[in-house]
């Protein structure tokens, strides 16, 4: 609706500008009769009492016409208090400036309060002098209901959020300052509110994280594909250390332009030591089986290579003994004790050779790396794979456990290769730098299939993670881009020197 008082501009905004409407004398009178609708129009005369009365403002106020002319329209204003500027003042700036802007509470008749917006123009005679105010008033209950409304539900929101317990909710800004604060994030992370809001959430990371780069990227990654999910470690206030799952998610305005970021972090670590338990059960199970089938082996060695063999050195040694008893002493009998000697040589070497699958000799006769060489050249000829061996301890000197365990990785590697790889040549490597241990098999085979990490029934990869995890190490296994299928773990040097 159009509502122009004698050339004023449209009833909008609420600039106090202006010089005020002139109009001459009985026309003023008739400005609230031609509008209606939603607006109440009335005018004043120049000491603020009403003259005219619309049937909007009736709906409005409550008021009918004939009660209202002559009444002062402070009526239409709740008992003086803090928010409600005085009418006298409305009136008075309106004279002043020409026109005077209120929005805020009315009352009605019968008291109840009411939210609307007044715009009160002041009206001159060609003289100059005042003859009255003219205004518009617009009931603006029901939107600011809706706004009373939304403010509820958004603190609603809040006191949930602050009250979730079981998750870290808070806002970043757009460079990953922490802007906002719950109840989770303080029991997750230690920090109260008031010590963290303002700190880069880069804090929740360890060294080696902010070293990588990673709070970095989880908010680049977020900003440019709308969300960055990650599980790791994270450090609490006192240093200790959580498994969290991390989603960060980008806030945008209307425009598109980055206004910070929600990040919701759950503590994992529960859930992780109970994976981890799951995984040592199993490990324990792999483990008992190994041994169990190695108990097999071994009687089966014992029984078919060692008893035959001992079984044909009795009969030799009681036929001797025969000859002997019986005062021969002849060519025979010195053949029959040289075979003697022989099978005895036999049979120890087969003794060193179950001993020596049992636990690899060479370790404590060679160190660590002869070992290495020897078990690569054992694979080359078994399986006629090509083995490069770039093998270096400079000053290190591998403790006996540590010796035991890089053996066993090599060796589970190499029978992986042999297993699956179709590879035709392989790569050790086993090279200390700076602080770390690098050992590593790479081959040139084909690589493994998508289902092979999920397999219920392979222990060999899952030992290797074991063994690198006791050591305090890393370990990568998979395959390489260029092709073949490596197996790295990188050890920190005092975790596996001899001390
Ligand atoms: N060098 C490799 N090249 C290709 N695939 C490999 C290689 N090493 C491992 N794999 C794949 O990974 C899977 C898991 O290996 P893992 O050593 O854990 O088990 P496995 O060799 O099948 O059985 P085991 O428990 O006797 O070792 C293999 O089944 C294979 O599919
Ligand atoms: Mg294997």
């Not at 609490?236 to 332009?257: L, M």
């Not at 699958?357 to 370790?363: E, F």
């Not at 035991?404 to 490597?429: G, K, P, S």
């Not at 730098?433 to 085979?445: A, H, K, N, T």
């Amino acid at each position: 609706m159009e509502v122009s008082v004698t050339g004023e501009p449209g009833l909008t905004g609420n600039e106090e500008t202006g010089s005020g409407g002139k109009v001459s004398g009985e026309r003023r009178y008739h400005f609230a009769i031609d509008i209606d609708g939603e607006y109440a129009v009335f005018t004043l005369d120049s000491i603020g009492q009403v003259e005219t009365w619309n049937a909007a403002a009736e709906r409005v106020t409550g008021y009918g016409a004939v009660e209202i002319l002559g009444k002062p329209f402070s009526v239409l204003y709740p008992a003086a208090s803090a928010d409600v500027p005085l009418p006298t003042d409305l009136l008075a700036r309106a004279a002043a400036t020409g026109r005077a802007y209120y929005e805020g509470w009315h009352a009605r008749k019968d008291g109840a309060r009411f939210w609307a917006s007044v715009l009160v123009i002041a009206q001159r005679r060609e003289q100059g002098d005042l003859a009255g105010f003219a205004a518009v008033a617009h009931d603006f209950s029901s939107r600011h209901l809706i706004e009373a409304r939304l403010r509820r539900s958004e603190q609603r929101l809040q006191v949930m959020i602050d009250s979730v317990e079981d998750y870290a909710i808070f806002m970043l800004s757009p460079t990953g300052e922490v802007a906002t604060w719950n109840t989770g994030a303080e029991r997750i992370k230690g920090y109260r509110a008031e010590e963290i809001i303002g700190h880069h959430f880069s804090i929740f990371y360890p060294p080696e994280g902010r070293a990588a780069g990673l709070p970095e990227r989880m908010l680049e990654t977020a900003s440019t594909q709308g969300r960055s999910e990650a599980e790791g470690w994270r450090v609490r206030s006192d240093g200790s250390r959580f498994w969290a799952d991390v989603i960060i998610t980008p806030i945008r305005d209307d425009t598109g332009t980055l206004q910070g970021f929600t990040k919701v972090t759950r503590d994992l670590t529960e859930h992780k030591r109970l994976e981890e338990l799951e995984h040592v059960g199993k490990l324990a199970a792999a483990a008992e089986r190994a041994r169990e089938d190695e108990k097999k082996r071994i009687a089966r060695e014992l029984h078919d290579d060692l008893g035959q063999q001992l079984t044909a050195l009795k009969m030799s040694a009681v036929i001797l003994k025969q000859e002997v008893e019986a005062g021969h002493c002849t060519m025979k009998t010195a053949a029959m004790a040289r075979g003697i000697v022989t099978q005895t040589d036999e049979t120890m070497s087969a003794v060193r050779r179950i001993a020596s699958d049992l636990r690899p000799t060479m370790l404590d006769d060679l160190g660590l790396l002869p070992a290495v060489e020897w078990l690569a050249d054992e694979f080359s000829r078994r399986y006629g794979i090509k083995v490069n061996t770039r093998l270096s301890a400079g000053e290190l000197e591998f403790s006996d456990t540590a010796a035991t365990a890089i053996f066993r990785i090599v060796q589970e590697a190499l029978t992986n290769v042999a297993r699956h790889a179709y590879a035709t040549e392989v790569t050790i490597t086993i090279e200390p730098e700076s602080s770390q241990c690098e050992v590593r098999i790479d081959d040139d085979g084909r690589g493994a299939g998508p289902a092979s990490s999920g397999k219920s029934d392979s222990f060999g990869l899952l030992g290797i993670r074991e063994r690198v995890r006791q050591l305090n190490g890393a370990a990568w296994l998979g395959n390489k881009p260029e092709g073949g299928f490596s197996v790295k773990a990188s050890f920190p040097l005092d975790s596996i020197v001899h001390r």
